[in-house]
Nanobody, 124 residues
Framework: VQLQASGGGLVQAGASLRLSCAASGRTGSTYVMGWFRQAPGKEHVFVAAIRWNGNRISYGDTAKGRFTVSIDNAKNTMYLQMNSLKPEDTAIYYC??????????????????WGQGTLVTVSS
């Protein structure tokens, strides 16, 4: 499974961005797609995840109320709509895929495949 994240950039506080993650290869072996972020010098933090059938979604604390995760099965693409961005949202955002057949993993170890990341920088 290959994952390609895109959509990052430099924005001002309060702005919005939409990240995309295009999946290819043996996507049928995966059941959950997720977003993590990593700020400089810090560990990966869970942002959001969604099952391919869209029937279950989970958000990390930093994403609740401002970010929305969605998925387009026809395009094999997951999205992360980020609104009201803050400087503390600055990080590299990674998309990941999990073969977990039940629930939504929220830890780094719960995902089997990772994309290369896209940088989001929010200026104050």
């Amino acid at each position: 499974v290959q994952l390609q994240a895109s959509g990052g950039g430099l924005v001002q506080a309060g702005a919005s961005l939409r990240l995309s993650c295009a999946a290819s290869g043996r996507t049928g072996s995966t059941y959950v797609m997720g977003w993590f972020r990593q700020a400089p010098g810090k560990e990966h933090v869970f942002v959001a995840a969604i099952r391919w059938n869209g029937n279950r979604i989970s958000y990390g604390d930093t994403a609740k109320g401002r970010f929305t995760v969605s998925i387009d099965n026809a395009k094999n693409t997951m999205y992360l709509q980020m609104n009201s961005l803050k400087p503390e949202d600055t990080a590299i955002y990674y998309c990941a895929a999990s073969t977990t057949t039940w629930g939504i993993p929220i830890t780094h170890g719960g995902y089997n495949y990772w994309g290369q990341g896209t940088l989001v920088t929010v200026s104050s």
